[in-house]
């Protein structure tokens, strides 16, 4: 029984970084958030890919044992392609196929409408509330997203804010989308519209949770080597929302838990290129990594 | 007794943000960091003021027992005109008027040469050496900068960084310094260098302490509304050492507590302009602030 639906983009990327380059490897916002989300509980995907999508892609998905009825195929899989400069900061964008996924409608197969635990991976914000509109009665929704809908369908974001749980911006989509330079001023206009948490992403300052009434900073973990950051946000809700399904804890002590396990998945995804890393780490390397991040902030 | 000798700038500052505007207004890296410290310690500066230094400003220095028989007088104060823009994350300098500050030669008291702690805070490198020079056998050195430095002396920096226990430099002097964009490779290049441990401060994302093998990550306090962040730096490092002469305990579990320390100082310190704040708040406030960054990190 899959326990966590998650919606967003599969997608060919081509990437290149001061550290290499890499061409049509698999990318997308489900695609590493349901992988990152798949150490921990059974994810189910929402998405589309087209005929040229590779067979052994969706192999690697399936081994990992995420559901795969709602993946529809039709025309050309979405391409990316994009780079980062020297400060691996930002994201630049080359070029955007949007193919199959212009025209895409997201349907919820029958099996999938009772899950309880919800991620709203970046894709179009009208998907994700079509997605929410299918499902019987969720009891969890995280949301995430990216510049681009801040600025192009602001209107229907803030409509799918209103009925997430949890929100996830990184800093500098908060300050865009609340016309705020404080992050804190940024958090609680986000919480007086429904959600109960948000949480900033900073990259390698690490991440924010805020509350009603309370602050969690969660530390960024100092790697040496970052190859590619791409897929690392997708990553961190990935497991974010899997470490919560799995538990089914909703208390913000286990949140606090979830963001670690969050920015661990997060930072061993910028260790490699697409999901190179996340395929060859274990759970043994995720609770070592845990137990790091509980060192390196104790005083 | 004096048990922390600090050396660097007393200026009047003409300092503009987004939120107001102050003219000749007591401020400098040895009178932010003196104050500071003097929350723990006794400290003693060496620096140099002119003439048309004002009166009050020396009795505010007097009334908290900071040792001022290194505090020369000549010629016109240091002025510094900078201003902020929106984001408040790095000074802009309108005028820099050296003053007294260019003919300035350190020279330590005989009183202050036998002090065990010395904090080496933002000034001409050059004179930084000089001080070391004089006393007689520091046991712990604690060393600031700017990119200033960093540009035009860099010979002379590395030459002090050498002597240095710690040394303290934000994130992007840290890169400058090292040519490299991984905080960690900078961190293990200044420790190759001598001191046994660096500091690297993130404003609001924090601050990191780098040992030989280990690393520990001081979160930054959600801070609602800063209102003027200069002196930030230097009342860290103030605070920091003031708090390890207290307890003169320079083991690394008690660092990382002094970290804590120096990041409630500068949060403190962001919330009004020149030392406005500083001068408002007593230990209870420090000590509450203390638990709150405990709390925020715990999970």
């Not at 967003?8 to 916002?29: M, Q, R, W």
């Not at 991620?119 to 179009?124: S, V």
């Not at 969890?140 to 809908?149: A, G, S």
Request: charged share 25%; hydrophobic share 40%; aromatic share 10%.
């Amino acid at each position: 029984m899959n326990d966590v639906l998650i919606i967003g983009t599969v997608a060919l990327d081509t990437i290149e970084t001061p550290f290499g380059k890499i061409e049509n490897a698999l990318g997308g916002s489900a695609t590493y958030a349901s992988f990152a989300a798949s150490f921990f509980s059974k994810p189910a995907l929402i998405s589309v890919v087209g005929s040229d999508f590779p067979k052994e892609y969706v192999g690697l998905l399936e081994k990992r044992g995420i559901g795969l009825a709602g993946l529809k195929t039709a025309g050309k899989t979405f391409h990316w392609d994009g780079f980062y400069e020297y400060d691996m900061n930002e994201a630049k964008t080359r070029k955007t196929e949007l193919n199959s996924l212009e025209h895409f409608k997201a349907e919820v197969p029958k099996e999938y409408r009772g899950i309880k635990y919800v991620f709203l991976a970046n894709i179009d914000p009208e998907q994700q509330l079509e997605t929410l509109r299918q499902m019987k009665n969720p009891e969890f929704v995280v949301l995430d997203t990216m510049n681009f809908w801040i600025g192009h369908k602001k209107k229907q974001l803030i409509d799918v804010i209103k009925r997430a749980d949890v929100l996830l911006l990184n800093d500098g989509e908060a300050r865009q989308l609340f016309n705020t330079v404080s992050l804190v001023k940024a958090a609680n206009e986000a919480i007086s519209l429904g959600p109960k948490a948000v949480i900033i992403k900073k990259g390698e300052h690490g991440a924010l949770l805020f509350t009603k009434k309370r602050h969690f900073s969660a530390p960024g973990y100092p790697l040496e080597n970052i190859k590619d950051p791409t897929g690392c946000g997708d990553s961190f809700g990935g497991a974010f929302i899997g470490y919560l399904a799995k538990t089914n804890d909703l208390s913000e002590r286990n949140l606090r838990k979830a963001v670690i396990y969050g920015s661990v998945l997060a930072s061993h995804n910028a260790e490699d290129f697409s999901l190179n890393r996340l395929r060859a780490i274990g759970m043994s390397d995720i609770n070592k990594r845990y137990r790091e991040f509980r060192e390196i902030r104790e005083f």
